[in-house]
């Protein structure tokens, strides 16, 4: 029995070497994604789960707290140590320029060790005085903003991207796509309006707040395209059409959120609670939400590109694939054989560090007590967070445009 169990516990290391093994060489990113994607799921049972183990924990319940404090404190501890753990590996993968530096080993492999290392980390956090927690709680609003401040920045740069590219095949297939594409995202962000203002503005009630956000959505979306429009901006409808659709998108998760018995909330306002179902499909976008924005941003060379990158100081699309020229010429043999990287590794995990104290906010409804405890990201911090958000990104796509004809000395690319 024991030379069995021995066998099988061989079997189990060999196993876990040669995943390991397989992830330090083929997918890396996506090994990431999945750790992040783990803490998320940590932080959500433990938020459901922890109240009644933290409230006999001598160091964390020192005074009379509620039991969403304490569901709070559950996920703002995961989440520091889901931030220190990639906040550490973007200090020490800054400045790796080619693959021949060791840090690229380290970036791709030693999975067994960054496991434990990011188990421990996370454990240790629940060992933290409360005071520590609070300066974490404050500067993960900053660092969520930051986050959502990306996504706006990506959504940008792909649309101008996407754009340039059909533009740059020059055929007529090409313009009509465009066009058909463009005005497709126009009707169905005013479709989308015009469906909003039903849900989320029901007849007898006295819903201001709500239409005024949907007017400036739909008048928003009319600006995007007329700027765009502009004989002196010489942009392209195809950018304005997704921007719209888009911030017509973010305005019904803003408006979503709001509490389940706010009179003008047409979805909710009959049930004061969601159903389970309910609840894991809402966390299941949000964590494939947040997943997708890290691994995108993390890959993407439009903040912080290698020096030793081919793709820096190009005029290529800035979200392009990860393909390598190689350099023409040559100082050495050695210089030869050795790649360069092909995104910034530090920059891929202080991606990931933003999107702990992002998802953070989401699952504690950005620290605020107000509403029930029972539902993640309900309550008007979110709503305006992502009201905010949308205003920020039709003020972002219109200065791209404009900048140009304002900073003339400046090049854009």
Known sequence: MSCLASCFAAATCGLCSSVAGGISQRSARLAYCGLFGLSLIVSWVLREVAAPLLEKISWINTGSHTKAWFQVQAVLRVSLGNFLFFAILALIMIGVKDQSDRRDSWHHGCWIAKMIIWLLLVVLMFFMPNEVITIYETLSKFGAGLFLLVQVIM??????????????????????????????????????????????????????????????????????????????????????????????????????????????????????????????????????????????????????????????????????????????????????????????????????????????????????????????DVGWTSVWVRICTEWVTCGLYIWTLVAPLILRDREFA
């Not at 990158?309 to 800035?318: A, D, I, N, R, V």
């Not at 010429?329 to 590794?345: F, G, I, L, R, W």
Request: proline share 4%; net charge negative.
């Open 155 to 376: 959504l940008l740069d792909f649309t101008h991207s996407w754009n340039d590219a059909w533009v740059a095949k020059d055929e007529q297939k090409w313009y009509i796509a465009l066009l058909v594409i463009s005005i497709g995202c126009y009707i169905a962000a005013y479709t989308l309006s015009g469906i909003l203002f039903i849900w989320f503005n029901p007849s007898g009630e006295d819903c201001g707040l709500n239409v005024f956000f949907l007017v400036m959505t739909m008048i928003l979306g009319l600006v995007n395209g007329i700027v765009a429009l502009h004989p002196a901006v010489n942009g392209s409808l195809l950018p304005a059409a997704v921007v719209s659709v888009y911030c017509a998108y973010v305005c019904y998760t803003a408006l979503s959120c709001e509490p389940r018995d706010y009179v003008c909330n047409g979805l909710n306002n009959k049930s004061k609670a969601v159903s389970t179902s309910t609840l894991i499909l809402g966390m299941l976008t949000t964590v494939l939400s947040v997943l997708y924005s890290a691994c995108r941003a993390g890959s993407s060379t439009i903040f912080l590109s290698p020096p030793s990158s081919p793709k820096s100081g190009t005029k290529k699309p800035l979200l392009e694939g990860d393909d390598v020229e190689e350099g023409k010429d040559k100082k050495d043999k050695k210089e030869a054989e050795s790649q360069p990287v092909t995104y910034s590794y530090s920059f891929f995990h202080l991606i990931f560090a933003l999107a702990s104290m992002y998802s953070a906010m989401l699952l504690s409804d950005w620290t605020s007590s107000s509403d029930s405890s029972d539902l993640v």
